[in-house]
Structures are given as C-alpha cells and as structure tokens.
C-alpha cells in the first residue's frame, strides 16, 4: 500500500525524516526515498530499491551527508519517489500514496495539449506520481493544483508535497488512509501512523478531515483547504496493515483486534459453531490479537503452535514473485511439535483473499501431527478487488478465493448472489464454507460478519469503506 512520513522544524530533521519512513516500512515493500531541504544545500534526494532489503540498510550511509530542517520520504509498492519536480509552480518534492484507476485517460487527456512527455519506466508505465505532479502543475497554485487532482484522480491519491517553505499535505479525496500532524518543542511531522512519530518526541496535535490541504511549518498548521464531510476510511487499517500501537480516528488497531476475537467467539458460542478445540492461535503476526481475542471470550487456551521466522524475511520486503512468496511463506513457518502433535487447533488469521498460502499451512500442521485444523477469518469473504489502494488488488476479481469457489459452485449465475454467499445463515454461505474447506483441508471454516466488524471498529458505518466486501462504494 505505502506510506509516508515528513517533518519541518527548528533543528535538523534528517534522522527524524530517517526513522519515521523506516517505521512505515510494513506497509510496502518495493521502493524507499528521502528528500531532504537545507538553504545552502538545497534539496537533498535518495531513492533505493528495497524489495529484498530494510530500508533502513539502505539509507543508512546516505543519511551521514544529508542534511535539512525539511524532509519527506516513503516506502512505496510501485514507483520511485519522492520526485524532484520544477515548474512554473517552483521547485518541490512530492510523494503519494494510492491508485489511479484512469491513469490512461489522465495521460492521454495531457498529451492531447501537445509538447507534453512523461518518462516511462521500463515497462512503459508511466510513474503515478509523476502524473499527480503533473495536475497539480495544470493549475496557477499548488492548493488549486492539488484540488484539481483530487476531482480529477479515480481511486484515491493522498499527496505530500516538499517546498522551500515546509510541507503541504493533501489527503484523499474520501479519506481512505488517514494523515496526522505531530507537534514537538522545535517543529511537527506528518505521519501515516501516530505510533512512529510518538517515538520521535511529537505528541498528537491534528488530523486532517478528507480532501483537506494544509501548509506544516516548525510553528503549527494553516488550512488551505478545507475538510469534506463525507469519509471512507479502510477498514483494514484495523483488521491487517495498521500498525497495533496506532490510532485511527481515536481507535486503536490493537484494541480493534481484541474486540474483534471477542466479537466472532460471542457470535460463534450463541449460534452453536465455535468448535471444541484445545487451542486456539492466531496467524502470525496480525492474526495474533484477534485470536487472543476470540480466547479470552470462548474460555480456550491460547497457544502459539508456529513460530513465524522473521530476520531474514520479514513483510517488509517480501519478494514480488508470487511463487518465491509462497516458498518464503513456507519457511517462515516454524512448528512447535508439543503444541500441535495430536491436538485440535482453531487458527484466526486475519482475513483470506487469494487463499495461497492455507492450503500449505493445513498441511504442515497435520504432518506436524495436528488432530483437527479449523479456521476462522477475521474479516468477511474478500468479494471485490480494491479500487483504492493497494490491498486485494489483482487483474481481475476471480483471484480472489471467494469469488472462485463461487464461479466453481454456480458458474456466472453465481455473482448475482454475492450477498448470500457472504451470508454464513444463507444456503449458499453454507456451500461456500464447505466447498472451501473441502479445498483447503479445514475441518471447519467462518467468516466475521459485516455487522462484528463494525461493531469492533466503533465507528459510524458511514465512515468506514467496506467496499471489498460489500462492492458498495
């Protein structure tokens, strides 16, 4: 997905800058980039390819000649950036986060003008910061600019831009991730994640609403733009790649997680399908607190029967290629024989979308002598790719399991059903679970609903984008 973190201030920010990106490091996994500002020397720029590689490795020698009391950086799943960009507006820095559905249309439309060039990557893609860079130049300011590419992008985009004089911050247009300001003795930072820059000394100080556009300086915060009133926040900043330590809108990710086992196990004991097992673990790592959740209201022990072994392949920089992927995956699995030989174990991860790597986890468990394997997601059936951000995103919706074992069960006809397939009570959800299992190797599977997860999010449904489930936008 990427994230990005920038701070302005009294003193140098090149360290900040430094350990504010690197903390932003599991939400993406291919490019990492710092652009520092200092008035004698200017703007200040490193881009590495982090794919199999911390960022921190790789910045640690650039970050000995930076220097600055102004700097972005970001960890980025697709394009290198930041960019250094001079135009009309000035000289700046921008780095963005998330997907531009009508990128070609938007290419196509500036070409049309004539005299106009983007460079391309190898691939001929063009890099989507690059073309955000490009609207905002469209425009006889930076606020107009950035306006004009939230209404122009499909998708979402949140920008941040680095200019002589501090740090503009745009967020999308719905606010699907969220942007906060820090506040310390000598200046503030812009974070995705409260978590990163409460360790750097900043305590909470703003957040910005949807499509908001304000100018960060060592002194504070100027809105240049204005809030909407209509937001859509991911909610699987809660369920999945939030950091457990951060808060988003006032609730905790952590928190959520806990609540959201204690929701699905109440659920599951009322309607009778919580199984009888002796343990109940949690999909490392992000399936950990929703399992300790669903433990502690059930009344089962909790156990941690594999171990993941992470310092040589943490997600931070987790290969492209699928199938490497499902190897390390395979490796990264470190069985605790005594807590698996002969027992009857529920696994919560949490949520399923491409189903990949569980069949290979059923099978490690039951060679390493399990009894019984049942698992639970804690999230919905994953129905829709994500048109937002870089999350269950593929070439087309039938690499989703959900949508695959639909197609086997019923051909087309299928998905005009996708709310009953959702739907554990329907005849089709119960076709669905026991296709899977049959699939996978479970002896039993089941979904959060809709309504637990919302409830363990706690904020208004309005809020939240549950698009990936529902296909409502």
Request: proline residues 4%; charged residues 25%.
């Amino acid at each position: 997905m990427g994230g990005f973190f920038g701070a302005v201030s009294k003193r140098d920010v090149v360290l900040d800058t430094f350990f504010g990106v690197d903390y932003h490091s599991h939400l993406g996994t291919k490019f990492g980039g710092m652009t520092i500002y200092d008035p004698e020397k200017g703007f200040q720029r490193q881009i590495h390819n982090i794919t199999n590689t911390p960022f921190r490795t790789k910045f640690e020698s650039d970050i000995a000649t930076m220097q600055g009391t102004s700097g972005i950086g970001c960890i980025s799943d697709d394009d290198p950036q930041p960019l250094l960009v001079r135009s009309h507006l000035g000289l700046f820095a921008i780095t963005t986060v998330g997907i531009i559905r009508n990128a070609e249309e938007l290419i196509s439309r500036y070409f049309s003008q004539h005299n106009n060039q983007f460079l391309a990557m190898g691939s001929g893609k063009v890099n989507s910061t690059e073309l955000i860079a490009a609207l905002i130049n469209r425009k006889d300011s930076l606020v107009e600019g950035l306006r004009n590419a939230q209404e122009l992008i499909e998708g979402s985009a949140t920008i941040m831009l680095l200019t002589k004089d501090g740090i503009i911050v745009a967020r999308d247009k719905l606010g699907r991730l969220p942007v906060l300001i820090g506040k310390g003795e000598d200046g503030c930072c812009v974070s995705f994640e409260s978590f990163v820059y409460q360790k750097l000394g900043y305590e909470d100080f703003y957040e910005l609403g949807p499509q908001e556009i304000v100018k960060v300086t060592c002194e504070g915060v100027e809105v240049l733009s204005p809030a909407a009133q209509k937001m859509r926040l991911c909610a699987f900043l809660w369920t999945y790649y939030g950091y457990p330590n951060s808060n988003y809108e006032g609730k905790n990710v952590e928190v959520m997680r806990y609540n959201n086992g204690r929701i699905m196990a109440r659920n599951a004991m009322a309607d009778g399908t919580a199984p009888d097992v002796d343990y109940v673990a949690g999909v490392p790592d992000s399936g950990l607190p929703h399992g300790i959740g669903y433990a502690n209201e059930s009344g089962k022990d909790f156990a941690r029967p594999f171990i993941k072994y992470t310092p040589t392949w943490s997600r931070s920089f987790m290969p492209t290629n699928q199938k490497i992927r499902n190897q390390v995956a395979k490796m990264k699995q470190i069985p605790v024989p005594e807590l698996i030989k002969d027992k009857k174990l529920l696994l919560i991860d949490d949520s399923i979308v491409r189903g990949t790597q569980l069949r290979e986890t059923v099978d490690f468990l039951y060679k390493s002598g399990a009894k019984e394997v049942h698992m639970r997601s804690a999230c919905p059936p994953i129905m829709y790719s994500c048109k937002y951000l870089n999350f269950s995103r593929g070439n087309s919706d039938m690499e989703l399991l959900a949508r695959r074992v639909v197609q086997d069960l019923e051909g087309d006809e299928g998905h005009k059903h996708l709310d009953e397939y959702s739907d554990a009570k329907t005849k089709r959800g119960q076709c669905m679970l026991r296709r899977i299992c049959e699939e996978m190797g479970f002896d039993s599977l089941g979904f959060q609903s809709i309504d637990g997860l919302l409830e363990a999010i706690g904020l208004d449904k309005d809020k939240i984008c549950t698009y990936c489930w529902t296909g409502k936008e």
